[in-house]
Structure formats: C-alpha cells, structure tokens
C-alpha cells in the first residue's frame, strides 16, 4: 500500500518546486536548532539526533520534489528516500551516512537507551553534514527554477 503525499496545486510542476523550498525552509529551521544546540549540553543528543533527522528528512523530501512527479512517501525512513532519489539518479552518495539518524525519528525518543551510542554525536560533524546536504538541494532547486 502506497502512502504517499500528492502535491497537486493546478497540476503544475512549478507549484511542486514552491511545496520544495517551502519543505527547504523548513529543513533550515531544525538546521537552526542544531546549530543553537551545538555547544550547550543541555539538549541530549536525542534532541540533537531528531533536528539532524527532520532536516535530512525535510531536505530529501524537497529534493524528491524537484522531479516533478509531485510525490513522496510520509516516511521517516532516510533510506527509503535516498533510494528514491538514487532512482531518479541524484548523486546522494556523499549523504548517505546520515541514514543512521532514522532511529532518532520516533524511537530514539521515546525509548531511553534505543540508539545504543557507544560515544557523543559530534555536533560539528553532523552540523557540516547537514549543512552541506541543504546546500546541494539549494542547487538542484535552483537549476530547476
């Protein structure tokens, strides 16, 4: 069964490219929070670990947007949609590292000790990663408008 949503305004591809730099700018909001949370240890990396994975999320999304289909799965599985985009043939090899943040979606928050994290998340790491990912659909959005 296929739960997706439909991005249907007119018909027309220009308004899914509007639904993907909405869905960007919405990336950028929890890309804003990780940088707020960045040095200040009073956020776990549970709440650091769910903005990496709502702007990775949000970013694909907007990415997936782009190819004028006007569909995406209501999903939090990264990988599901990495693979979609790397069916279209995006080049998101450099990203998909960041697949290991699905955990952090629902389970990582509600059920203590579930990411089973032997060390920190590197906060400047992550922040570089995920800036670098928003960058790249800041490009594909842009050649496409």
Known sequence: MWLGVRIVKGGCYMAELEHA???L???????NALVGMRENSLFADEIFGFHVQQAVE???KAWLCTYGEGVYPMTHELARLF????????????FWELVQYTVFAVQ????EGITDMDEAIDRAAEIRNV???????????????
């Open 25 to 31: 700018r919405m990336a950028h909001k929890d890309f």
């Open 83 to 94: 693979s979609l985009l790397e069916n279209h043939g995006a080049a998101v090899e450099a």
């Open 21 to 23: 730099k909405s869905l």
């Open 58 to 60: 949000k970013s694909l």
């Open 131 to 145: 800036a670098a990912l928003l960058a790249c659909v800041e490009k594909v959005i842009a050649a496409k408008t």
């Open 108 to 111: 990582a928050r509600y059920e």
